[in-house]
């Protein structure tokens, strides 16, 4: 057994009679201390959950793998995501489209069908991303990443039309027109980028146009948008030319990350840095919303289909028990200026730069390729077991919520970040171990809860706490992982709460707890009414 985790197992009486206070009446703030002011009678209204509308993977054809699918299962249970965006639905590796020795399309469903089947059988959708080119159809040989997606403009629009309007009457004629309504299309991804698009601006117009018109001529009631450009570009662009144009748009699409340099990196060899910026990522929300509000069609959804703190697969603020409290700040700051937004990815069975086999190596996603959860999975787990009634709360880095049986959930947390600066990259930086320093007490105040007897849960997330990356340290960084070893870093990391007592609220008492508060913690609070 780790010698860190017998510490910890010596240490946990201590530690969970000093974190976990008893009921007791409102004592003044203390030095240092945050307060959380609530009052449970005072609601703000329904909880919105755009955070779990959609989650993102790296390709289509990674989710016809067993690993991936047993994944993505998991997430959805634990965090509730309904939609699902990916890569590659028509690249040459889901064997799309070909044309016959005359030219004529051959269109082929079968590998779409499997996992669209299986997105049915979770109880989730999809988000369909209408890309990259099949080689058929493809107007050039460039292609990124390395399983070759083809970023050419197609050789024949009629016949990329053709091939829109085929799979959407597939679509219709398997799952039915009422599933398929509730489904989006976004046309390409980041076609503002060489990398990701041959073409120019006009030419991604195009394509946009027929595509949108295909969908539409199957049935008008599909949604259907984009332009799923990089760093929040060409929005008044595209609204202006649908405006003009008389071309159908339900919704914009765009993408943030929350860092500088590396730009579409895969490998993240030129090494990226974490803005310092506070409004990173979320101010680019804020403004999308402000164009949308102030253009010609103000009532346009608006979904972020890509964000996280870093656009590389390659960047260990991924692996880190910072990412967990970076993504409440954002998804907190944003509020309700977007629909969705869709953290890029869920799982490190992702292959952009090729098969990554090395554990813990700045992985996009949530959980490990060897389904270790990483702290920012518990972030999206915690936001979902929060109650569908918001209370008001004017502290700015936390949600109070509480469900229609009384039973109350807070969700608090501190993000500091503590990056050096832009002489250092974020390889360098977040792959160290990084202890937290002490950001006083969090008081948490909650007054006119009903009376009777509670079961409190504690869950936390933060420096050595369910953090698996600094358990993957404390083994010495190996190169690969036994099963023995993953089934340790999973048991140190399972997230099973820091405490558990019984608390009795007396009638006009008001609930009371503090918390030690340390940088980029993340604390969960469960109080069920028993």
Same mark, same amino acid.
């Given at each position: 057994?780790?010698?860190?985790?017998?510490?910890?197992?010596?240490?946990?009486?201590?530690?969970?009679?000093?974190?976990?206070?008893?009921?007791?009446?409102? #004592?003044?703030?203390?030095? $240092?201390?945050?307060?959380?002011?609530?009052?449970?009678?005072?609601?703000?209204?329904?909880?919105?959950?755009?955070?779990?509308? !959609?989650?993102?993977?790296?390709?289509?054809? /990674?989710?016809?793998?067993?690993?991936?699918?047993?994944?993505?299962?998991?997430?959805?249970?634990? !965090?509730?995501?309904?939609?699902?965006?990916?890569?590659?639905?028509?690249?040459?590796?889901?064997?799309?489209?070909?044309?016959?020795?005359?030219?004529?399309?051959?269109?082929?469903? %079968?590998?779409?069908?499997?996992?669209?089947?299986?997105?049915?059988?979770?109880?989730?959708? *999809?988000?369909?991303?209408?890309?990259?080119?099949?080689?058929?159809?493809?107007?050039?040989?460039?292609?990124?990443?390395?399983?070759?997606?083809?970023?050419?403009?197609?050789?024949?629009?009629?016949?990329?039309?053709?091939?829109?309007?085929?799979?959407?009457?597939?679509?219709?004629?398997?799952?039915?027109?009422?599933?398929?309504?509730?489904?989006?299309?976004?046309?390409?991804?980041?076609?503002?980028?060489?990398?990701?698009?041959?073409?120019?601006?006009?030419?991604?117009?195009?394509?946009?146009?027929?595509?949108?018109?295909?969908?539409?001529?199957?049935? *008008?009631?599909?949604?259907?948008?984009?332009?799923?450009?990089?760093?929040?570009?060409?929005?008044? /662009?595209?609204?202006?030319? !649908?405006?003009?144009?008389?071309?159908?748009?339900?919704?914009?699409?765009?993408?943030?990350?929350?860092?500088? $340099? &590396?730009?579409?990196?895969?490998?993240?060899?030129?090494?990226?840095?974490?803005?310092?910026?506070?409004?990173?990522?979320?101010?680019?929300?804020?403004?999308?919303?402000?164009?949308?509000?102030?253009?010609? %069609?103000?009532?346009?959804?608006?979904?972020?289909?890509?964000?996280?703190?870093?656009?590389?697969?390659?960047?260990?603020?991924?692996?880190?028990?910072?990412?967990?409290?970076?993504?409440?700040?954002?998804?907190?700051?944003?509020?309700?200026?977007?629909?969705?937004?869709?953290?890029?990815?869920?799982?490190?069975?992702?292959?952009?730069?090729?098969?990554?086999?090395?554990?813990?190596?700045? &992985?996009?996603?949530?959980?490990?390729?060897?389904?270790?959860?990483?702290?920012?999975?518990?972030?999206?787990?915690?936001?979902?077991?929060?109650?569908?009634?918001?209370?008001?709360?004017?502290?700015?880095? #936390?949600?109070? !919520?509480?469900?229609?049986?009384?039973?109350?959930?807070?969700?608090?947390?501190?993000?500091?970040?503590?990056?050096?600066?832009?002489?250092?990259?974020?390889?360098?930086?977040?792959?160290?171990?990084? *202890?937290?320093?002490?950001?006083?007490?969090?008081?948490?105040?909650?007054?006119?809860?009903?009376?009777?007897?509670?079961?409190?849960?504690?869950?936390?997330?933060?420096?050595?706490?369910?953090?698996?990356?600094?358990?993957?340290?404390?083994?010495?960084?190996?190169? $690969?992982?036994?099963?023995?070893?993953?089934?340790?870093?999973?048991?140190?990391?399972?997230?099973?709460?820091?405490?558990?007592?019984?608390?009795?609220?007396?009638?006009?008492?008001?609930?009371?707890?503090?918390?030690?508060?340390?940088?980029?913690?993340?604390?969960?609070?469960?109080?069920?009414?028993?």
């Amino acid at each position: 057994m780790n010698k860190h985790f017998i510490l910890l197992m010596v240490l946990f009486p201590v530690i969970s009679g000093t974190v976990v206070a008893r009921q007791a009446k409102r #004592s003044e703030p203390t030095v $240092q201390a945050r307060v959380i002011d609530i009052d449970f009678n005072k609601t703000a209204g329904k909880f919105n959950t755009m955070f779990n509308t !959609c989650v993102g993977a790296g390709r289509a054809n /990674e989710g016809l793998r067993a690993d991936w699918q047993q994944q993505l299962a998991y997430v959805r249970k634990e !965090c509730g995501f309904r939609y699902i965006r990916m890569h590659g639905l028509l690249t040459d590796d889901m064997a799309v489209y070909t044309e016959d020795n005359k030219g004529n399309p051959v269109y082929n469903y %079968m590998y779409i069908d499997a996992l669209v089947d299986f997105l049915q059988s979770i109880g989730m959708k *999809p988000f369909i991303e209408l890309g990259f080119m099949p080689s058929a159809l493809a107007s050039g040989p460039k292609t990124i990443f390395w399983w070759r997606g083809n970023v050419t403009p197609p050789k024949s629009y009629e016949k990329w039309g053709a091939l829109v309007q085929h799979l959407t009457e597939h679509f219709t004629e398997r799952y039915g027109a009422d599933e398929v309504k509730s489904w989006y299309f976004e046309v390409w991804n980041e076609p503002n980028l060489d990398g990701f698009w041959a073409g120019t601006q006009d030419d991604y117009f195009k394509l946009y146009t027929y595509s949108a018109k295909a969908i539409k001529h199957v049935n *008008p009631a599909y949604r259907v948008g984009g332009p799923g450009t990089a760093g929040a570009a060409w929005e008044p /662009e595209m609204i202006a030319y !649908c405006e003009k144009n008389k071309v159908p748009i339900d919704f914009i699409s765009t993408h943030a990350y929350g860092v500088k $340099q &590396g730009y579409l990196d895969e490998f993240g060899h030129s090494g990226t840095v974490l803005d310092k910026n506070p409004m990173s990522v979320s101010g680019d929300v804020l403004q999308s919303r402000k164009e949308i509000a102030g253009s010609a %069609m103000p009532g346009l959804e608006l979904h972020y289909t890509e964000w996280s703190a870093s656009y590389t697969p390659s960047d260990p603020i991924h692996d880190s028990y910072h990412e967990a409290a970076y993504v409440l700040q954002k998804l907190k700051q944003v509020g309700n200026a977007a629909n969705s937004m869709s953290y890029w990815v869920f799982t490190d069975i992702f292959e952009e730069p090729g098969p990554r086999f090395t554990p813990f190596h700045g &992985g996009f996603g949530m959980l490990t390729i060897q389904g270790i959860n990483k702290p920012v999975f518990y972030a999206y787990q915690f936001m979902n077991r929060l109650g569908n009634i918001e209370l008001k709360n004017t502290d700015a880095t #936390s949600w109070v !919520c509480r469900d229609s049986i009384g039973n109350i959930q807070v969700l608090a947390w501190d993000f500091t970040n503590t990056h050096p600066g832009d002489s250092v990259h974020n390889q360098k930086y977040y792959i160290q171990d990084l *202890p937290s320093k002490s950001k006083g007490k969090l008081q948490i105040h909650i007054a006119n809860v009903p009376a009777g007897t509670y079961a409190l849960e504690v869950y936390k997330v933060g420096y050595r706490s369910n953090d698996a990356y600094s358990t993957y340290l404390s083994l010495g960084k190996p190169a $690969q992982l036994t099963r023995q070893q993953v089934e340790q870093i999973k048991s140190q990391n399972d997230g099973t709460p820091v405490s558990k007592e019984m608390i009795k609220v007396e009638e006009g008492v008001p609930f009371a707890k503090e918390l030690a508060l340390r940088e980029n913690d993340v604390y969960f609070l469960n109080l069920v009414r028993l």
